[in-house]
């Protein structure tokens, strides 16, 4: 299992390298500079040329390529246009907001999606199975900002139990009320997101549980005499437990990209909500760490899937 | 375990199963009636949807009680199965009857160790301790011609061949020594040189647990090479019963004589195969009354028929269902030569 995993975290170098220049080229081909929309629009534009000149921004691609990687390895992703600080500062504030309703919706959609799909496909064809899945095919169908919109007037404004937006209230104090104000603002983006994320899993746990309960083995176990629930237990959770163990690793780091539309109706300062404002100010050097960010989390996330794989089912390990 | 009397221990009486389709019960398995004795082999055959499957897992109780009707009587040493709840029937399964299933590539469950899998029977239906179940697991493997027991012991499913799969599977149907292994066309998934050797485990087993074994099976070569009864079944009605000699040697049912036909012959080489013509009726197009096989041999005339064919001892135990066999012929005259090589 070790080789495994080595050989796919050795897989990951080359295609770390691949994807900055990738990154690196792509934000350079977009249109504008990071200076014509910030200064006075009656400047000089000489001025302008004299700022891209310092910033380097004349040189050759692959020298201002090789600048930020020599950067990047000192852990200096460098300084944000918009916000006059470094991106590493940024990305960590951001991150850890990101990080928080990330987990917190995580720990909703895993603690209410398992239960949920082991029962409806433990009442197969029954009455409680057909609310569940008028349940899924309905929130499937409905946009999810329109949810959170809904959600966010319905809880927010007119019921008024919850903060609509920010992070955490300017008005917390101490660690527990810092603790509690930010638990208070994570609780309904956290709850909207994982009625969202249920579906999936949902979905597809009662189709594989249900799979599982005809198939052949299972069979086998009940003509060895073992009792149904007991099958359950042994033989049912496990296997269909597989698909979804494997996209638990994509799921954590598509969390922890930050969902755009949650943090934009919830004005909440996370990852999403930066990326999203640096492609709107040109702030280069974010975007390209973020996106840099969001491609090494991606494989992260493959590399994650592939070791739960590994663990759980025998078939993958490499021999 | 070894029972001196060869009486019957298994009886199965005019046991019908209806499954629900679309809102209504249509019989796949209708009035069979059949016994099986210690020390012996008997083979059900008949094509495929001929309801033998179905009669296995009636027996077994494998059915949902809410998708199918089951009437009559099972009676297995001294029970009623089809009386038993859930609870009685699992001390039932496993332990006095295993089964071994037709295809060992999905039979086991993918993510178990060999041993685990062979274990999990023991646990339910013994008290031995981890160690006592190992050695029974390591005897086992022995048993089904695992060359490296140890070794098999520890791996999973994916790791192994067919062939070994199904012998695992054998080992599973076997480790408590039930009285009844109900084989499921053990051998239909392997390729000839590995269907001999399962046989021949079969076999040994049975030797070793007197054990009686029902060997479910569209392959008459099979039978011929095991069987000491056969049970020929059509439509999910047997058709015909009896010792194998009597079947393959003295078949009287046109089914019988048909499929035996239908097999190809070493010495017949400018023979074309015989073909039955049209096909089994789907259950819900089961034609209430009459005889079941007789629109596919038209050309016996209905007098010929039974309204209500009955099983008819033709002599020593020898059952064949409905009178027609008396008139049958096979309809290009061809001299009848099929099937009596084939011991």
Not at chain 1, 269 to 297: C, E, K, Q, S
Not at chain 2, 287 to 297: E, Q, S, T, V
Request: glycine share 8%; proline share 5%; net charge negative.
């Amino acid at each position: 299992m070790w080789k495994t995993i080595l050989r796919r975290v050795l897989i990951m170098i080359p295609e770390l390298i691949i994807l900055s220049i990738l990154v690196f080229l792509l934000a350079k081909a977009m249109p504008g500079d990071p200076f014509t929309g910030s200064i006075n629009p009656r400047a000089d534009p000489a001025q302008i040329h004299h700022l891209m000149a310092i910033h380097g921004l004349y040189d050759p691609w692959y020298q201002q390529y090789w600048n930020w990687v020599a950067h990047l390895f000192h852990g200096d992703l460098g300084m944000s246009y918009e916000y006059q600080e470094p991106v590493v500062d940024l990305i960590q504030q951001r991150g850890a907001n990101t990080l928080w309703l990330a987990l917190f919706t995580m720990v909703l959609t895993y603690g209410i999606g398992l239960p949920l799909g082991m029962y409806a496909a433990h009442h197969e064809g029954k009455l409680q199975d057909t609310l569940v899945r008028v349940y899924t095919y309905v929130t499937m169908s409905i946009p999810f900002f329109v949810v959170l919109v809904i959600g966010i007037w319905i809880f927010g404004y007119a019921l008024n139990w919850f903060p609509t937006s920010g992070s955490v209230s300017a008005q917390a104090s101490g660690l527990g009320g810092t603790v509690l104000s930010r638990l208070d603002h994570i609780i309904l983006p956290g709850l909207l997101g994982a009625l969202f994320g249920t579906v999936n899993i949902v979905q597809y746990l009662r189709s594989e549980v249900i799979d599982a309960k005809h198939s052949d083995y299972v069979r086998t176990a009940r003509s060895k005499g073992v009792p149904m629930k007991d099958i359950y237990r042994h033989h049912i959770f496990r296997n269909s437990l597989l698909p979804i163990a494997a996209f638990a690793g994509y799921s954590i780091t598509g969390l922890l990209g930050g969902s755009i539309f949650t943090e934009m109706v919830f004005s909440y300062p996370g990852m999403g909500l930066l990326f999203l404002n640096a492609i709107n100010f040109r702030d280069y050097t974010v975007i390209t760490a973020l996106v840099l960010l969001y491609g090494f989390l991606n494989l992260l996330g493959t590399l994650l899937s592939d070791i739960v794989l590994s663990i759980v089912d025998p078939r993958v390990r490499v021999e | 375990m070894v029972e001196t009397n060869n009486d019957q221990f298994l009886s199965i009486k005019n046991v019908s199963t209806a499954f629900k389709i679309n809102g209504q019960f249509y019989d796949a398995v209708s009035n069979v009636n059949l016994e099986v004795k210690h020390d012996e082999i008997l083979a059900i055959v008949g094509e495929s949807g001929c309801g033998k499957s179905t009669l296995a897992t009636t027996i077994m109780g494998l059915h949902d009680p809410e998708e199918t009707k089951i009437s009559g009587e099972i009676d297995f040493e001294g029970t009623d199965l089809l009386k038993l709840d859930e609870q009685g029937y699992n001390k039932v399964r496993g332990a006095k009857i295993g089964m071994i299933f037709q295809d060992p590539l999905s039979a086991l469950n993918p993510l178990k160790r060999i041993e685990d899998q062979i274990q999990e029977v023991m646990v339910y239906h013994t008290k031995m301790n981890e160690k006592q179940r190992h050695a029974r697991v390591i005897e086992l493997l022995n048993q089904v011609g695992i060359e490296d027991p140890e070794r098999t012991a520890h791996q999973f499913p994916h790791q192994l061949s067919g062939g070994m799969r199904q012998r695992i599977i054998i080992a599973i149907a076997i480790a408590c020594k039930p009285d009844l292994i109900i084989a499921d066309e053990p051998t239909t998934a392997l390729d000839v040189t590995i269907q001999a050797q399962i046989l021949d485990v079969l076999r040994d087993i049975q030797r070793e647990n007197h054990a009686g074994i029902i060997l479910i099976t569209h392959d008459l070569g099979v039978v011929a090479e095991t069987a000491d009864r056969v049970a020929v079944m059509y439509a999910g009605q047997i058709v015909e019963q009896g010792t194998a000699s009597q079947i393959f040697n003295e078949p009287k049912h046109p089914y019988t004589r048909s499929l035996l036909r239908s097999m190809p012959q070493r010495d017949n080489e400018n023979d074309e195969l015989y073909v039955i013509q049209g096909m089994v009726p789907s259950l819900q197009k089961m034609p209430k009354a009459g005889d079941r096989f007789a629109p596919r041999i038209p050309w016996i005339p209905a007098s010929a028929h039974e309204a209500q064919p009955k099983m008819h001892d033709i002599g020593d135990n020898h059952l064949v269902r409905c009178t027609c066999y008396k008139d049958f012929y096979f309809p290009d005259q061809v001299k009848e030569g099929a099937g009596h090589e084939s011991n």
